[in-house]
């Protein structure tokens, strides 16, 4: 899956560049949007046809809350380093880091927000974030526990890392993971907004 | 929120009517539909026209943007879950 998911990747940069048009890749930008529905319809048949699932998951308890709380809050703080790492202003690093990987929103909101370099530097750690998220939760899984392979994925654990959830983690992690997903993503255009003006 | 009402949907046909028989059929589908997704990722990069100047110039920056948050997040989830049962 890994690799497939590498030469996808691989395979899809180089068609960018080389192969198709602006027309080319804004239809596929569609295709993906339904690719994304269907993913999100075929993952629910698989947690439905897992009757136990449901059980599993009210054991969980408040932890289901607690996983996002905990990445948010962690994500926000790193900010505080990255800035002293980087030389960027506090405001744009805390702000960058709050994009919890969600690169196309956190990339727009701070181009507008901060200018074109700080929403670019946005758009591709952001985006590195969810390529090592999705190459690094089988590591993760396997050496620390299935929760802490949700915490590099932050935003994208309900979508683009999800597969990886499902194949290297149990079906009521995929659970954990899209609730995870959806929490963080909601707080991703409040934190930005919030730490751009609060900063 | 589309993508929350969409699997429940899913989910509710999972329980209902879907049978384990077709799981592997759906695990192939899952496959297709990321890779497609993947695929679309990598095109819409490589299509802006100044991906590589980008990624020369703000390359390792972005990488301690990443990084770093992805250290702090996975220590924190660590921390509060290392005597959780999974």
Redesign the interface.
Same mark, same amino acid.
């Given at each position: 899956?890994v690799w497939?998911?590498l030469l996808?990747?691989?395979?899809?940069?180089?068609?960018?560049?080389?192969v198709?048009s602006?027309e080319?890749?804004e239809l596929? !930008?569609v /295709?993906?949007e339904y690719?994304?529905?269907?993913?999100?319809?075929?993952? !629910?048949?698989?947690?439905?046809?897992?009757?136990e699932i449901f059980s599993k998951l009210r054991s969980f308890g408040k932890?289901v809350l607690? /996983?996002p709380a905990? /990445?948010t809050?962690?994500?926000v703080?790193?900010?505080f380093?990255?800035a002293f790492?980087?030389g960027?202003s506090v405001r744009d690093?805390v702000c960058?880091?709050s994009g919890?990987g969600w690169y196309s929103l956190t990339g727009v909101m701070l181009t507008d927000l901060s200018g074109a370099?700080i929403g670019?530097?946005?758009f591709?750690?952001?985006?590195?974030?969810e390529m090592?998220?999705f190459f690094?939760i089988p590591l993760?899984a396997k050496h620390?526990?299935?929760?802490?392979a /949700?915490?590099?994925a932050?935003a994208t654990s309900?979508?683009?890392t999800l597969?990886m959830m499902?194949k290297y983690?149990?079906e009521e992690?995929t659970v954990v993971s899209?609730i995870n997903g959806?929490l963080c993503s909601a707080a991703v255009p409040v934190l930005v907004n919030f730490f751009h003006a609060m900063l | 929120m589309?993508?929350?009402i969409?699997?429940?949907?899913?989910?509710?046909?999972?329980?209902?009517f879907?049978?384990?028989k077709y799981?592997k059929a759906? =695990?192939i589908?899952?496959?297709v539909?990321?890779?497609?997704?993947?695929?679309?990722?990598?095109?819409?990069?490589?299509?802006?026209e100044?991906?590589l100047s980008?990624?020369s110039a703000?390359?390792l920056?972005?990488?301690?943007?990443?990084?770093?948050?992805?250290?702090?997040?996975?220590?924190?989830? =660590?921390l509060?879950?290392?005597n959780?049962k999974?």
């Open positions: 899956m497939l998911a996808s990747l691989l395979g899809g940069v180089f068609c960018g560049m080389f198709f602006a080319h890749v596929l !930008g /295709i993906s690719a994304l529905y269907i993913l999100m319809f075929s993952v !629910g048949m698989s947690i439905g046809t897992n009757k932890i607690i /996983i905990a /990445i809050a962690a994500s703080l790193s900010g380093l990255c790492l980087t960027v690093s960058i880091t919890l370099t670019t530097m946005a591709l750690s952001n985006l590195l974030r090592i998220s690094s993760i620390l526990n299935y929760y802490c /949700i915490a590099p932050a309900e979508d683009t597969p499902i983690t149990s992690m899209v959806v | 589309t993508i929350l969409i699997m429940c949907v899913g989910v509710f046909i999972g329980i209902k879907f049978s384990k799981a759906n =695990y589908l899952q496959v539909c990321t890779c497609v997704l993947i695929f679309s990722m990598g095109a819409s990069l490589g299509a802006r100044e991906f980008e990624i703000l390359g920056d972005s990488l301690i943007f990443a990084v770093v948050p992805i250290i702090f997040s996975v220590l924190a989830v =660590y509060l879950t290392k959780q999974q």
